[in-house]
């Protein structure tokens, strides 16, 4: 992957470089989940082919982008969204909001009740990636910290949080 | 009490409210400088004569452009099109909007496109597309309980394309809210409770819901009080002037405070229920109030306690032992769907099941229930509630509303 992080040099590096992670490794980890996890899998369904969504931080990124392809597989497409179409664009506005998401001072509906996040494109498809995030974060993440960022922790069996986290880390780290 | 780390606030529409204030509006417009008002209503409203009162009440002060009654049941972009265009060809400089929700959200729609100056008004869906401030806009509720003149929001239906459009800025709400007794004193018994009850639901969903904050939850809770010291008897003597007035306050304050803390599960289900089967919004939102209550206790046992005082008044909240307040407010809140039910000659719907449409047939078959359920997945007042959702969670809500028996409380899952 000739691809590096490019980070934006002048206004906090070290900040903008751990959102920049954060969304990189979630981009790969919803597209492990997708092939890993049924509900995860479930909610992609919902979505039209070739539906594509970036997540990222206004107004110089850093940016994740995720998208179906024809045959149905989600795909993480990287990290520039200059170069695609992009069905539904969520931007949060500025990198302090983006770090209180990523470091789990607020929940994604707490950083969405407070108009931390700008949506461009349909309501049901934005409900149904928010979902599927929440349930990836519930792979990613101990339970102390997942619990700071969805509404309920769900209850699941033992296959499939700790085998299922396994093999996402796997896919997530390897790629596929 | 805990204040939020963050919150925003916004309420800019200046109020009038009385018994005859609707003669207050020339004085009105003069000191924003207009002259000529488009007034948009729909035939419900001409057809009992409320407009000859506003036309009397505006006496020869002021010279109406025009006067526009076919505002459909919802709004429609080809309305809102053809009316802007109208508005253009007579002159007019500003926008009386009498009725409710739709021809309001019908105002709006007119408004952006004449103020922008554009023809397409889809341009401006979205949130915060509207960048600057609009025609003047008069707003007369004649129901009390969509609080739509205090709200930042128009939503205009495409019926062709079937598509529902969301339009968010804090310049289209309207100018001034004229809250006149009059408007709704001849409004039947059995939409006063649905649309009261829609307010209700506006306040106790702002006060428990994930937006809330000192402000919304202030307005919340006098809307409360409000309604439960005047719904009953204005059912029982629709002719009380003064019960008619607090109701109107009792909506507009509710929409102030749910325009700033959005509202959860029982929106909705309300709005899917709303667009799979037609049932009226206030209707639904009186259905599935306790439910909503019920669903989010575990996480809101203290918010909803607190409910107590508004809904039961002074005596009931402190009889009632802490513990027990939050079950008590549940309990009132289907006490009082179960009075309106006992006051309206049974026309009030309980649950969903008892929903009837004109023909006596009923409007909610139970086999829609999981087509309900799957279009509330896709409503963003999800986002709001307190308590996560799935498909299974909606559906246990739905079906016990439309069977009308308390949800099941070793049913939800509470992570
Ligand atoms: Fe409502």
Request: hydrophobic share 40%; net charge positive; proline share 5%.
């Amino acid at each position: 992957m000739g691809d590096y992080r490019e980070v934006q040099a002048g206004s906090k590096p070290f900040k903008r470089a751990y959102i920049a992670v954060m969304l990189w490794f979630v981009g790969r980890a919803i597209q492990a989940a997708a092939r890993v996890d049924k509900a995860v899998r479930e909610e992609f369904e919902k979505l039209p082919e070739g539906f594509t969504f970036s997540l990222g931080v206004q107004p110089h990124g850093p940016y994740m982008i995720v998208g179906k392809n024809q045959k149905g597989r989600v795909k993480y497409l990287g990290w520039k969204p200059e170069s695609k179409v992009v069905d539904l664009r969520m931007a949060i506005k500025n990198i302090e909001a983006a770090l209180l998401l990523f470091t789990f001072q607020e929940s994604t509906a707490i950083s969405i009740c407070r108009d931390r996040i700008d949506f461009d494109g349909d309501l049901p498809p934005a409900l149904t990636v928010i979902r599927a995030i929440g349930i990836v974060e519930v792979y990613l993440l101990p339970k102390l910290i997942s619990k700071l960022a969805i509404k309920r922790y769900p209850v699941w069996s033992f296959g499939r949080k700790y085998l299922g986290r396994i093999r996402i880390y796997f896919h997530s780290i390897l790629g596929y | 009490m805990r204040i939020q780390d963050y919150y925003e606030f916004i309420a800019r529409v200046r109020i009038v409210s009385g018994h005859d204030v609707l003669e207050k509006i020339p004085d009105e417009l003069k000191k924003i400088g207009a002259t000529k008002p488009l007034i948009v209503t729909d035939k419900g409203v001409s057809g009992v004569g409320l407009v000859d009162v506003l036309k009397n009440a505006l006496g020869e002060k002021i010279t109406i452009a025009k006067i526009v009654d076919d505002v459909p049941q919802d709004s429609d972009i080809r309305i809102v099109q053809r009316l802007a265009k109208e508005y253009r060809e007579v002159g007019c400089d500003c926008l009386i909007a009498l009725g409710g929700g739709s021809v309001l959200d019908t105002a709006k729609g007119i408004n952006i496109m004449v103020s922008e100056g554009v023809n397409d008004l889809m341009k401006f869906t979205g949130k915060g597309v509207v960048k600057k401030a609009l025609k003047p806009l008069i707003a007369i509720p004649t129901t009390a309980g969509t609080g739509s003149e205090m709200t930042q929001a128009a939503v205009i239906e495409d019926h062709e394309k079937k598509l529902k459009k969301l339009f968010v800025s804090p310049f289209i709400s309207p100018d001034i809210a004229v809250l006149d007794s009059r408007m709704t004193l001849t409004l039947p018994t059995a939409i006063t409770a649905a649309t009261a009850m829609d307010a209700m639901a506006h306040a106790v969903e702002a006060y428990t819901c994930l937006g809330k904050n000192p402000m919304s939850d202030t307005c919340a809770l006098t809307a409360i009080k409000l309604i439960r010291e005047n719904l009953l008897t204005v059912m029982k003597s629709p002719d009380d002037k003064n019960g008619r007035l607090a109701l109107a306050n009792a909506a507009t304050l509710a929409g102030m405070a749910f325009s700033n803390s959005l509202p959860g599960v029982v929106h909705s289900l309300g709005h899917s229920v709303g667009s799979v089967c037609g049932v009226p919004h206030g209707v639904c939102m009186a259905i599935l109030l306790p439910y909503g209550l019920e669903y989010n206790l575990h996480k809101n046992e203290q918010l909803t306690a607190e409910l107590l005082l508004p809904l039961g008044g002074e005596e009931e909240f402190v009889k009632t032992p802490k513990h027990l307040r939050a079950e008590r407010t549940i309990y009132f809140i289907r006490k009082l769907n179960q009075d309106l039910h006992d006051v309206s000659d049974h026309r009030h719907a309980r649950f969903f099941k008892e929903v009837l449409d004109r023909e006596g047939k009923r409007m909610v078959p139970r086999e829609r229930l999981p087509e309900i359920a799957q279009a509330a997945l896709g409503d963003g007042t999800v986002i709001y509630n307190p308590e996560d959702l799935d498909l299974d969670d909606f559906l246990m809500i739905i079906e016990a509303s439309w069977e009308g028996v308390p949800l099941d409380r070793s049913r939800i899952k509470k992570g």
